[in-house]
Nanobody, 123 residues
Framework: QVQLVESGGGLVQAGGSLRLSCAASGRTVSSYAMGWFRQAPGKEREFVANIRWDSGSTSYADSVKGRFTISRDNAKNTVYLQMNSLESEDTAVYYC????????????????WGQGTQVTVSS
């Protein structure tokens, strides 16, 4: 089992920045990649970014490229999502997820999920 705890959400004005953190515990050695997803009210959960634990290779949704950066600290078993130039469309609950076998963008490939953290961007 892998436990994930997100933090860092909050209310920010458009154009501002936030950094989300996701601390992993438990059987973290079984984790292959970590991802961030988000879900806005009335919408389906969507992929934001992911990163492989071993190589650090990353991928991003087109909607956040150039504005968001995902990174990891292997020693702390923590993944970060730096979000800059935030827009009202970024308002959502952000979820951290772990996959033991995939670095893809499909939520069904991620077996472990955090409880989510709310990000609200005011215009």
């Amino acid at each position: 089992q892998v436990q994930l705890v997100e933090s860092g959400g909050g209310l920010v004005q458009a154009g501002g920045s936030l950094r989300l953190s996701c601390a992993a515990s438990g059987r973290t050695v079984s984790s292959y990649a970590m991802g961030w997803f988000r879900q806005a009210p009335g919408k389906e959960r969507e992929f934001v970014a992911n990163i492989r634990w071993d190589s650090g290779s990353t991928s991003y949704a087109d909607s956040v490229k150039g504005r968001f950066t995902i990174s990891r600290d292997n020693a702390k078993n923590t993944v970060y999502l730096q979000m800059n130039s935030l827009e009202s469309e970024d308002t959502a609950v952000y979820y951290c997820a772990a996959s033991t076998y995939s670095s893809g963008s499909y939520s069904r490939h991620y077996e472990y999920w955090g409880q989510g953290t709310q990000v609200t961007v005011s215009s």
